[in-house]
């Protein structure tokens, strides 16, 4: 072995002092093995010891998670105090300097409220959500971390933006998805919240018939649950593509999906959820002709609508009794199920769906021969004409049906073909008025 | 899904966060993460975890993969100056022009009695790095990586071979073998 370097070059070169001849010099030394030399440079090793890494990051939790759980129970009295003013007022107490809603506590309280009235009451859910952003966007984040604040913030327009989607305003969803994206990009990187973004584009691209990108973005989320232990989020991706395999005209693959996915979702902590999926996979049933499958479905999830309690999904319920009493032949039983159901969706301005649910109606007057109910029907629809989702061309389907009624010439297959034409131009409206941005 | 607004979850997470420990130790050994770091990458993943709780499924995994991504990220951003200062001298050690057979052999040899020393992965990086003068994206080529993620795998290595250089006694390195991605 050559002469030992001076111990004060083993130092400088630990410090990373050293010129590059000498570093030379000093790596050659000890790759022959010098124990005596690597007393020296090994002091300059970082050591690998983290006790105290990890002592400082438990100390930090516990004070933050003191502080949190503060904001957490003062977040309810805060939504009550807060919902019980004019919107206008809302915006104002929030976004005003210093306001004592923006704590973390809070947002996520409202947040979780805006997605709870998603369904129920879009309008609703969609004040919520715009409340959730602006006190997403407020909080300290010198107190909460900026990537996690970040996260939030993507979180609540991402839930704006899906009660967007909900009440048929694409356009403005696909804006405040972008904002989201631009916020996680900005964010923690944490899986599990991109994925929420995106099962919420893949509803927002199932709607517009962009299928092919939603499945892509359900495949990523797919790949996050299994990643990430997480087979509710896996379950939930596959009961999203049944719900979209349904809507591409694909019953069979739509049942597989919602029927895979059913049995890897937590019931107990979504059952507006299982409801939703096992409403549609009974859908699917009925319209494959396996009736007594639907039923035997519908009986075992009656309890879990009335659990779920929320105004849509019952209503929904009742449309689909009718329709499978239809099927059946029970028209009696299915008319005044739809005629209950019609009324309301009017009443909430659910314009497509109730120009829908008055098809499934006149299903049962061509069915039956009751052409005197048929004009009736067709005079009742002048309101749903003014609701404000219904768009040019759908108006001129719905005027063709009205005709046919007037002259007593409506048949089965002018209610499907006219039934198919609203639900296909409901999604290129949509692609329409993306394309025209 | 629970929520920390009760004593007894609360009390979860104190057993989840003390649980992991050895799992998220054995992670920042693995990435060679120097301590002072390590404490910024800890507090981060925990205090997310915390703020997130209600919303993540498998905690202890979720901990554990956020960690590791910190760790990918945190070489993906630095190098080592004393890593950088064995990588440079070794390849300049290589390089010199017209030096002695003899002395190239033991050089040669030298090294790789160090590189035996190093998982086989880091061994075949580090083979190619110095033995074939391979650059980063033949190496990813050869070995498989993609190119964005070769740096942040020889970093590590790198990491690996100074430790086996500079510390006193020559232990073997596990079998770890660092992560693409």
């Known amino acids: 072995m050559d002469k030992h370097p001076h111990r004060k070059l083993l130092s400088r070169?630990?410090?990373?002092?050293?010129?590059?001849?000498?570093?030379?010099?000093?790596?050659?030394h000890l790759l022959e093995d010098c124990e005596e030399c690597r007393q020296v440079t090994s002091r300059y090793l970082p050591k690998l010891e983290y006790g105290t890494a990890f002592e400082a990051a438990q100390r930090e939790v516990e004070s933050r998670q003191a502080q949190l759980v503060a904001e957490r129970v003062d977040a309810g009295e805060l939504l009550r105090e807060l919902l019980a003013q004019p919107f206008e007022r809302q915006e104002i107490l929030v976004t005003q300097e210093g306001s004592h809603y923006c704590t973390w506590g809070f947002c996520e309280l409202l947040l979780d409220a805006a997605r709870e009235w998603g369904f129920q009451d879009p309008a609703r859910a969609i004040e919520l959500a715009r409340i959730g952003v602006e006190v997403a966007e407020r909080l300290d984040a010198g107190a909460y971390g900026r990537t996690r604040v970040r996260d939030l913030a993507a979180r609540a327009w991402g839930i704006l933006g899906n009660a967007q989607r909900i009440r048929d305003d694409f356009r403005t969803a696909e804006k405040s998805f972008a904002q989201a994206e631009l916020r996680l990009r900005e964010g923690t990187g944490d899986p599990l919240e991109k994925a929420q973004i995106q099962l919420f584009k893949a509803s927002h691209f199932g709607n517009q018939q962009r299928f092919r990108e939603a499945f892509r973005l359900l495949d990523r989320v797919v790949a996050v649950g299994r990643r990430c232990g997480d087979p509710h989020l896996w379950g939930k991706a596959l009961i999203m593509?049944?719900?979209?395999?349904g809507l591409a005209n694909d019953p069979e693959a739509a049942i597989r999906h919602l029927s895979e996915g059913l049995q890897k979702v937590d019931s107990a902590s979504d059952?507006?959820?299982?409801v939703a999926a096992?409403?549609?996979l009974t859908l699917y049933l009925a319209e494959s002709g396996r009736y007594g499958e639907a039923l035997r479905l519908l009986e075992s999830a009656r309890p879990l609508y009335r659990q779920v309690g929320d105004q849509m999904s019952l209503l929904r319920l009742r449309w689909l009794e009718g329709k499978i009493a239809s099927a059946l032949g029970h028209y009696r039983e299915s008319e005044e199920l739809l005629r209950g159901v019609q009324k309301e969706l009017i009443e909430r301005e659910l314009g497509y769906d109730a120009a829908l649910l008055s098809l499934d109606l006149?299903?049962?007057?061509?069915?039956d021969g009751?052409?005197?109910?048929?004009?009736?029907?067709?005079?009742?629809?002048?309101?749903?004409?003014?609701?404000?989702?219904?768009?040019?061309?759908a108006f001129a389907?719905?005027?063709v049906f009205q005709k046919a009624a007037e002259m007593e010439r409506v048949t089965l297959g002018l209610i499907r073909d006219v039934t198919g034409y609203l639900k296909e131009s409901r999604a290129t409206w949509s692609q329409r008025s993306r394309q025209a941005r | 899904m629970a929520t920390l607004d009760h004593p007894e979850l609360r009390e979860s997470l104190n057993i989840l966060l003390k649980n992991s420990r050895p799992r998220l130790e054995r992670v920042l050994r693995n990435f060679e993460i120097p301590p002072e770091?390590?404490?910024?990458?800890?507090?981060?993943?925990?205090?997310?975890l915390l703020y997130k709780w209600d919303k993540i499924r498998s905690p202890e995994s979720w901990l554990i993969g956020t960690v590791k991504k910190k760790c990918i990220m945190y070489w993906r951003k630095r190098r080592g100056s004393l890593c950088e200062a064995v990588d440079t001298a070794i390849l300049d050690l290589l390089a010199v022009p017209q030096a002695p057979d003899q002395e190239k052999t033991e050089l040669t040899s030298d090294l790789n009695r160090v590189l035996a020393r190093l998982s086989t992965r880091c061994r075949s990086l580090l083979k190619l790095r110095y033995g074939m003068g391979y650059g980063p994206t033949e190496v990813a080529e050869q070995m498989g990586y993609r190119t964005s993620s070769i740096r942040k795998v020889t970093n590590r290595c790198l990491a690996a071979l100074t430790r086996q250089l500079l510390a006193v006694g020559f232990d073997r390195e596990p079998e770890v073998e660092p992560q693409d991605g």
């Open chain 1, 13 to 28: 070169f630990g410090l990373g002092k050293l010129h590059r001849r000498g570093n030379r010099e000093i790596v050659r």
């Open chain 1, 241 to 245: 593509r049944g719900f979209l395999l």
């Open chain 1, 271 to 274: 059952p507006r959820l299982v």
């Open chain 1, 278 to 280: 096992q409403h549609n």
């Open chain 1, 362 to 367: 006149a299903t049962i007057y061509a069915r």
């Open chain 1, 370 to 393: 009751r052409s005197a109910e048929m004009r009736r029907l067709a005079e009742e629809m002048l309101p749903i004409f003014k609701s404000q989702d219904i768009h040019r061309e």
């Open chain 1, 397 to 399: 389907a719905l005027f």
């Open chain 2, 37 to 48: 770091d390590a404490e910024d990458i800890l507090q981060d993943a925990q205090l997310t």
